[in-house]
């Protein structure tokens, strides 16, 4: 399966999502960047709330571009069990650089709210795809730790390893294609434009609020 742009499969993603959770007062986390505009889409569609979850994949000294593990932005993190041979003061550091990232982040994402408290909520957390899977299980960990009543992850894509195993940190996974020939999410869309801080900046500022119960 391929996709035209995110907006497709985020669409693709709610026509799954929205028989079990249209209406049920969902927060819709998006990991940024990409995926906050998936999330926008699908948190409208549920009539839920937006908000993002913030992670950040842990590089490798000597390759950059591969993650050994990834951190939440409250300091959690979640490593490889092969990357401990890197040594605990390179990952301290490059834990400490990571969290001042995202702490640079939050600021200027939700300037006038904390982050929205998942617990007793269903928790859907959104992303393009899935390679490695280090910063999608930091961001499930990450929501799990808060306790919501239902835990989902959806994501358009992602390697046959990586979906399963994410399959063991939620309740529910909406993956809409686990391909045998996967090397990186970019590859399953004819779109895949970078999406920057300011078009998050500009989505969180529309975001949508939780639906008001009436009796």
């Not at 003061?89 to 982040?105: D, G, P, S, T, V």
């Amino acid at each position: 399966m391929r996709f035209a742009n995110r907006e497709h499969a985020a669409k693709l993603l709610l026509d799954r999502l929205r028989v079990k959770y249209k209406d049920q007062n969902a927060l819709v986390l998006g990991v940024p960047r990409g995926a906050v505009p998936m999330a926008k889409i699908i948190a409208d569609g549920l009539a839920g709330e937006l908000d993002v979850v913030l992670v950040h994949k842990l590089r490798h000294p000597d390759q950059p571009e591969l993650a050994i593990g990834a951190i939440d932005e409250e300091g959690t993190a979640f490593i490889a069990d092969w990357a401990a041979d890197l040594g605990a003061a390179y990952l301290e550091r490059e834990k400490q650089h990571q969290l001042a990232l995202l702490k640079k982040r939050r600021a200027r994402y939700t300037p006038l709210h904390s982050p929205v408290d998942p617990k007793g909520r269903v928790v859907i957390v959104v992303d393009d795809g899935i390679a490695t899977g280090s910063t999608f299980t930091s961001a499930l960990r990450a929501v799990r730790a808060k306790e919501p009543s239902k835990l989902v992850g959806a994501v358009a894509v992602a390697s046959p390893g990586s979906a399963r195993a994410m399959l063991r940190e939620c309740d529910s996974m909406v993956c809409l294609n686990v391909p045998g020939d996967f090397y990186a999410v970019g590859q399953f869309f004819d779109d895949f434009a970078q999406v920057s801080d300011d078009d998050v900046v500009r989505i969180l500022s529309r975001k949508t609020e939780p639906a008001v119960v009436v009796g």
